[in-house]
């Protein structure tokens, strides 16, 4: 499965997105998870992040989207 690639590659490669763009991520990615992810990690003010210690799931199913684990 190369969804994570697809996201990787529409964040490297331009400045803004677009309605498809962001319609193309969240099929790919839980957007909801994303977003409480980055807050929570921001709030409790982790210094050893976004560079470091960063995990993401998805199950092996067509229609799962990646999420990630505080850890």
């Known amino acids: 499965n190369r ?8 964040f490297q490669n331009k400045s803004s997105l677009s309605d498809a763009d ?3 991520i969240n099929e790919v990615i839980d957007i909801d998870c994303f977003i409480d992810y ?3 990690q921001i709030y ?6 976004p560079g470091n210690n960063i995990k993401f799931w998805k199950a092996n ?7 990630w684990i505080l850890y």
């Open 44 to 49: 409790i003010n982790n210094r050893d992040w």
């Open 61 to 67: 199913l067509p229609t799962s989207k990646w999420r």
């Open 38 to 40: 980055q807050i929570l």
């Open 22 to 24: 962001m319609l193309q």
């Open 3 to 10: 969804s994570h690639l697809i996201v990787y590659d529409l």
